[in-house]
């Protein structure tokens, strides 16, 4: 993830933030450490020291990495970009809900974590290397919306993974992207993918 503006950094309770600035001149923040959310963390706005509310727009590299405690998280409509590592080994996270505006999913981003399905869509453009990987829980993925491209073993490793579904707007699913898939029985793919990298399904058995 790039740099941000670290002149000022923000608390409410025990979550830790800092100031960013969009494009446009307004302040958003962007979430540095959720390791203190309770079970469930809903992401979207947050109240600075000056008493106003700023716009989530990131969620930073490692946030919540390790966090066991967390179970469900909702990502709302102001987050753009899940960074790396962002919730990777969180292996109590059963569930997490994509904004409508996140346009990108991080290495590592979900690795790990106990999610049954994972439905990505919207304006989310790229999956990152490892994205997904070792969900062992996962049992479905759906890749539509803006999705172009899925990064180098996004799914690797996800052993009860059974259906697939890649949509149109998919032009390459790199390397490794569902190795070791096993349990992997039933794969749609999408009329626009032009390129499909050496051993994406390499290890997927049960595909007829």
Not at 71 to 91: E, H, M, Q, R
Request: proline share 1%.
């Amino acid at each position: 993830m790039g740099p941000i503006n670290q002149d000022y950094n923000y608390y409410e309770n025990i979550y830790n933030f800092i100031e960013a600035k969009n494009n446009d001149g307004k302040n958003t923040v962007t979430l540095l450490d959720g390791t203190n959310y309770g079970k469930k963390a809903s992401i979207n706005t947050i109240k600075g020291t000056d008493k106003k509310t700023y716009k989530i727009t990131r969620i930073y590299d490692e946030a919540f990495k390790g966090n066991t405690t967390i179970t469900n998280v909702s990502i709302g409509s102001n987050v753009l970009f899940i960074g790396d590592s962002a919730f990777d080994g969180c292996t109590n996270l059963k569930s997490v809900s994509f904004g409508s505006k996140v346009k990108e999913i991080g290495d590592r981003a979900i690795a790990g974590a106990a999610i049954t399905k994972a439905n990505v869509s919207g304006k989310v453009e790229t999956i990152g290397s490892y994205a997904f990987a070792g969900c062992t829980y996962l049992k479905s993925a759906s890749i539509a919306g803006k999705v172009n491209s899925i990064g180098e073993s996004a799914f690797d490793g996800c052993t009860a993974l059974t259906t697939v579904k890649i949509g149109n707007t998919v032009k390459t699913v790199s390397a490794r992207a569902f190795d070791g898939c096993t349990g992997l029985k039933t794969l749609n793919i999408g009329s626009g993918v032009e390129v499909i990298g050496v051993g994406a399904f390499g290890g997927c058995s049960n595909l007829p």
